[in-house]
């Protein structure tokens, strides 16, 4: 029997945390364990750790220092490469949530400072374990669309809030937050790369980010032109444009149009609507799947198997790039072209 | 002029095509017009869509001409212009299938003749007369959105024609997003105002019959819109999504199928869907009717032909985005007070509040 794997999380600030927790306990008993939880929030680490029945940590180095094998990393998107490096230098493999880094330079000391350490780095971009892409990805490697020639796609949501909404903290708006699932679900499906990213954006379009942001300005609108490597052009809307009535938090869709066929994919579409007075409002509820023990699963098997990871850092710095080139348009107007 | 059918506007089609036959399947159910006529430079064409309608097929334009009050041009877009014209000189009124011309020139000329012999120019931009397009709009003019922030339109169709089809030769139709797109540029300048920039990427590859374009469209406002036109699908297909400070409303096509009607007579090989979305009122009916009445008088036109100028301009500013691959920045309307917008690709400062 393979050895418990003893994994670390090091901030629960982006919700998906919860996720990944939820994914480990449901592997098979004895295989992984929560090896602690630390937070700079000291409250939230209490009460996760309470939540998942492990201990909370007050200080990063100290919960380090118990050598876990792994660490989680779903920190505010600008402290995910001290909290990588911390733990690469700690000796832990690190599965960071996505974006990688809000700059490139950053994505890149952070594959360095993991590879240095000769510890495993893995981006978290949960999409590409959905059981409705993973079916689009068999489909599209089986050839039967042809040639790609465009994708039109939506990575739609409603206004986070919180550290989200606070560029110092996230790096940036919905361009930040919603390009790079997108971004690296193109690169996964179609093996290309891009080489031409062209952004539009609007800033406190929507009522909940005026709401959130005080007086600042944040991107919440969001319309991506790309070119690929191997002649698909693509355009993403990754705005956060869902009002708080809508039913559900957003979408992630895809319409992929090849020389042999079309294929349409709404990632959620397998859902239920609830309206009821216990909710308030419409409610959908998503019955789809996801491979088994998703990314958590994935990154546990990674660290006791010593494997690659699927997702690497360098997929993590990719996405990065479109986003970093995105700002620079939308700052300048105009296209930018990446060496591809 | 009373609407009896005795004194029904006589109209005149020319151009026996697709869109012709729309129009005249439409004519049948206006009680204030009849189509007394039809011209086409396939006789037999014209022979063919006269016939059902008890309508007169013509071998020459100027015998159309003169036994007509008005014509119903639906010729591929390059001959808009020399046909408006004609009409023009006899002294007709003029409906033209949209675009009204391929330049900005044609429609100029095509304004000019039309106004110099007093005769109305009714542009078919139908989309107007859509149902789903009409609660669109009216849903962003009462405010139920808040400030316009995102708008996403969506126009699939197959390939319009065989290789060797007008369709097929861009520098005539202009390709998707010029034959296609139109309607939804058309809409996007009537209900939300003209665009600063225009961005777009895209593919035309004409052995394959393979089009589409993604294009990004900004206003000063802060505004966005996304267009996604296609000549690659299997069927016609359109959607929409417009979300705003206050609210998002939204409409695919394909969920509009409010009635389906399976076969089952094939047994276990299967039968064939006939999917439905039942108006008691085509939109075509609803814009020629329109039409009618404007030419009579009775009614203001919803469509000028200066919007339908300003269509065309903005689809061709689409197209020379996709081909150039840069941002192509829109001039300020004629006679508008704004200023033209700033650098170019127009650098602009976060929109916090728009004006």
Redo the contacts between chains.
């Keep these: 029997m393979a050895k418990k794997v003893r994994i670390a999380f090091l901030s629960f600030a982006h919700m998906h945390a919860n996720g990944y927790a939820g994914e480990l306990r449901a592997l098979p008993k004895g295989s992984v364990e929560i090896a602690g939880i630390w937070d700079r929030d000291a409250a939230r680490a209490k009460k996760m750790a309470k939540l998942l029945g492990t201990k909370a940590y007050a200080k990063r180095e100290q919960l380090l220092a118990r050598k876990p094998d792994g660490a989680i990393v779903c920190s505010e998107n600008v402290l995910h490469k001290e909290d990588v490096l911390a733990a690469a230098e700690a000796g832990c493999g690190v599965l960071c949530e996505k974006p990688l880094a809000p700059t490139v330079a950053d994505c890149r000391a952070m594959i360095d400072g993991c590879a240095k350490a000769g510890v495993p780095l893995m981006t978290a971009f949960p999409c590409r374990f959905l059981g409705t892409l993973m079916r689009l990805k068999e489909r599209v490697d089986g050839g039967e669309l042809g040639q790609v020639?465009?994708v039109?796609a939506?990575n739609h949501g409603r206004q986070p809030g919180g550290w989200f909404a606070d560029p110092k903290r996230s790096g940036g708006g919905a361009v930040m937050d919603h390009t790079v699932h997108v971004a690296d679900l193109l690169r996964w499906l179609l093996k290309q790369e891009f080489t031409?990213v062209?952004a539009?954006?609007?800033?406190?379009?929507?009522?909940l980010t005026?709401k959130a942001v005080g007086k600042r300005?944040v991107?919440?609108?969001?319309?991506l032109?790309?070119?690929m490597s191997g002649?698909t052009?693509?355009?993403l809307?990754c705005?956060w444009?869902?009002?708080a009535?809508?039913p559900t938090w957003g979408d992630v869709k895809l319409?992929l149009?090849g020389?042999q066929a079309?294929a349409r994919l709404d990632a959620f579409r397998q859902r239920a609507l609830l309206a009821s007075k216990r909710t308030g409002k419409q409610v959908e509820l998503f019955w789809g799947d996801q491979a088994q023990g998703g990314l958590g699963g994935a990154f546990v098997k990674v660290l006791a198997e010593g494997l690659a990871p699927p997702i690497t850092g360098e997929d993590g710095l990719r996405a990065t790039e479109v986003v970093e080139a995105a700002y620079r348009s939308i700052?300048?107007?105009?296209?930018v072209v990446l060496a591809g | 002029m009373a609407s009896t059918p005795t004194s029904a506007l006589r109209i005149g089609l020319i151009g026996a095509g697709m869109i012709g036959s729309v129009h005249a399947e439409a004519y049948r159910h206006i009680p204030g017009a009849k189509l007394a006529g039809v011209w086409d430079a396939d006789l037999l064409r014209a022979e063919k869509a006269a016939r059902p309608h008890g309508a007169t097929a013509y071998a020459r334009r100027e015998d159309l001409l003169r036994e007509v009050d008005a014509v119903d041009i639906c010729l591929p877009t390059v001959f808009h212009l020399e046909n408006i014209e004609a009409a023009a000189r006899a002294g007709k009124a003029v409906i033209c299938e949209k675009p009204l011309g391929r330049t900005v020139e044609q429609c100029d000329r095509a304004i000019a003749a039309c106004r110099a012999a007093k005769v109305p120019l009714l542009v078919g931009h139908v989309l107007r007369f859509f149902p789903e397009y009409v609660a669109l709009r009216a849903n962003i003019l009462n405010g139920s959105l808040g400030e316009p922030a995102v708008a996403r339109l969506r126009r699939v169709v197959c390939p319009p024609g065989p290789v060797g089809s007008w369709y097929w030769d861009y520098g005539v139709s202009g390709g998707c997003v010029f034959d296609t797109g139109i309607h939804d540029l058309d809409w996007l300048l009537w209900t939300l105002g003209r665009p600063r920039t225009v961005y777009g990427v895209g593919h035309f590859i004409a052995p394959q019959l393979k089009d589409v374009a993604l294009l990004t469209l900004t206003w000063s406002s802060g505004l966005l819109a996304h267009l996604e036109v296609s000549w690659c699908h299997d069927t016609f297909s359109t959607s929409y999504e417009v979300s705003g400070s206050e609210g998002l409303i939204e409409c695919d096509l394909q969920d509009a199928v409010a009635l389906r009607v399976v076969s089952t007579a094939g047994g276990a090989t299967g039968g064939s869907a006939v999917p439905e979305s039942p108006l008691a009122k085509s939109p075509y009916q609803a814009e020629l009717e329109h039409f009618i009445e404007a030419i009579r008088g009775r009614a203001k036109p919803i469509v000028t032909p200066e919007e339908a100028r300003e269509a065309v301009e903005l689809a061709n500013a689409c197209l020379q985005a996709v081909k150039t691959r840069e941002v192509v920045e829109l001039p300020a309307r004629k006679g508008s007070r704004k200023p033209k917008a700033g650098a170019k690709g127009g650098k602009r400062m976060p929109a916090a509040h728009p004006e």
């Design positions: 020639l465009a039109s939506t031409r062209y539009a954006a609007g800033f406190n379009r929507f009522a005026r300005a991107d919440d609108a969001g319309l032109s790309l070119e002649g052009v693509a355009a809307d705005s444009s869902r009002p009535e809508y319409e149009i020389a079309v700052r300048d107007g105009s296209p």
